[in-house]
């Protein structure tokens, strides 16, 4: 088995040893399209506690026994946070801080831009299920800032943004103190322990830092990295371990958050515990290479698709949704919204975030003035 590396703690030190794998794994960009398409699922299958419901009537009556399974599609979002644990302790390896945040910038906003400008916009033009946001609160949603502020996001999907947003953060201290296996392990550690203490404590402020509900799949992430490029050790697969049971108990608190507060309707614990064990179980294959055959040039486009998608289906979904159902039998309005959403995430990616992307990146790699 590899050994945890001892050396002091540097940048772009000796501690990084190891079989560096390759850069991109397109299995992992399959895997973020099946969370995306879990969260699409969710909400235009199982949620229907909004302004107006988008199909006219409750989803148990519009779909019967499919909103059931539908309903545990939020998990896909936490299945978000475990590949990005894993997928940004890759991207951040061997970068100064500067460069790991320019990243960011470019990965984040180019898209983001585009998908608050068009939700802004057809909510605008028929505010069927949702009501567009002020003028000003679009310009604070610009920033990606709205969650901190208090202004209300042009739409609800945002809210994810400002937690990955914060571990980027949180991230980037590790990498501007010296990013080897060592310190990425006693930081995945440091952070469950924090997490657990932040629980308790009832300090809002320190809730907004360590995030104790995510950074279990976020620890398990960077872990299960360490894995693949140096091979297993105890002390990694311990940290994978305590993040799992950490996250095992946090994910009922949020079962019953969802089925009381947001769909207000039962859900049997079970096959939550299930689906956040197999989010685990396929992370912890990639890590081990047991998934490495699964490649392809289609993969690298789903992964592209995967960010435009999630940022547009929400409120742009519903009011498709609500503007095609009197006319559509439902599965075919589901199937029209869904080919939509994920050609309008195509286009998006194509001709607004890859050249606005490779503009903001040639921009941001200038020096600043003396």
């Given amino acids: 088995m590899a050994v945890l590396v001892t050396?002091?703690?540097?940048?772009?030190?000796?501690?990084?040893?190891?079989?560096?794998?390759?850069?991109?794994?397109?299995?992992?960009?399959g895997l973020r399209l099946v969370a995306a398409l879990m969260v699409v699922g969710y909400h235009f299958i199982a949620y229907?506690?909004?302004?107006?419901?988008?199909?006219?009537?409750?989803?148990?009556?519009?779909?019967?026994?499919?909103?059931?399974?539908?309903?545990?599609?939020?998990?896909?979002?936490?299945?978000?946070?475990?590949?990005?644990?894993?997928?940004?302790?890759?991207s951040a390896w061997d970068r100064t801080p500067g460069d790991f945040l320019r990243s960011r910038v470019v990965r984040l906003y180019p898209a983001y831009w585009v998908a608050a400008l068009l939700t802004f916009a057809v909510l605008t033009v028929w505010p069927l299920?949702?009501?567009?946001?002020?003028?000003?609160?679009?310009?604070?949603?610009?920033?990606?800032?709205?969650?901190?502020?208090?202004?209300?996001?042009?739409?609800a999907v945002y809210w994810t943004l400002w937690v990955e947003a914060r571990f980027y953060l949180l991230f980037a201290l590790l990498v501007w103190r010296g990013l080897t296996v060592r310190s990425a392990t006693l930081f995945g550690y440091g952070w469950l322990v924090a997490a657990a203490l932040a629980t308790q404590a009832d300090v809002p402020a320190l809730d907004v830092l360590v995030m104790p509900e995510h950074a279990p799949y976020f620890a398990a992430g960077i872990a299960l990295y360490l894995i693949h490029r140096c091979g297993s050790h105890l002390a990694l697969w311990a940290l994978v371990g305590s993040s799992f049971l950490l996250a095992q108990h946090q994910v009922v608190d949020q079962l019953h958050h969802v089925a009381r507060n947001v769909l207000?309707?039962?859900?049997?614990?079970?096959?939550?515990?299930?689906?956040?064990?197999?989010?685990?179980?396929?992370?912890?294959?990639?890590?081990?290479?047991?998934l490495a055959r699964i490649r392809g040039r289609w993969l690298t486009v789903a992964g592209a698709l995967t960010y435009p998608l999630y940022l547009i289906h929400e409120y742009i979904g519903w009011t498709l949704i609500a503007l095609l159902h009197p006319h559509?039998?439902?599965?075919?309005?589901?199937?029209?919204?869904?080919?939509?959403?994920?050609?309008?995430?195509?286009l998006i990616h194509r001709y607004a975030e890859r050249p606005a992307a490779k503009?903001?990146?040639q921009h941001l790699n200038r020096p600043l003035p003396r």
């Avoid at 501690?15 to 850069?23: D, F, M, Q, V």
């Avoid at 949702?130 to 042009?154: A, F, H």
Wanted: charged content about 15%.
């Fill in 48 to 90: 229907d506690r909004g302004t107006v419901p988008p199909w006219g009537q409750a989803a148990d009556r519009a779909f019967g026994w499919l909103h059931l399974p539908a309903s545990y599609g939020w998990l896909g979002v936490q299945f978000f946070f475990l590949i990005s644990g894993f997928v940004i302790c890759l």
């Fill in 264 to 290: 207000g309707r039962p859900l049997p614990t079970l096959p939550t515990l299930a689906l956040v064990t197999g989010i685990f179980a396929v992370l912890a294959l990639v890590a081990t290479g047991k």
């Fill in 359 to 361: 503009l903001l990146r």
């Fill in 129 to 155: 299920v949702r009501k567009p946001v002020s003028g000003g609160d679009l310009l604070v949603n610009l920033t990606m800032l709205q969650e901190p502020l208090g202004v209300r996001s042009v739409d």
């Fill in 328 to 346: 559509l039998p439902r599965y075919a309005t589901l199937a029209a919204v869904v080919t939509v959403v994920t050609l309008a995430a195509w």
């Fill in 7 to 29: 050396t002091p703690l540097q940048r772009r030190t000796a501690a990084t040893a190891g079989p560096r794998p390759r850069h991109r794994i397109e299995v992992l960009d």
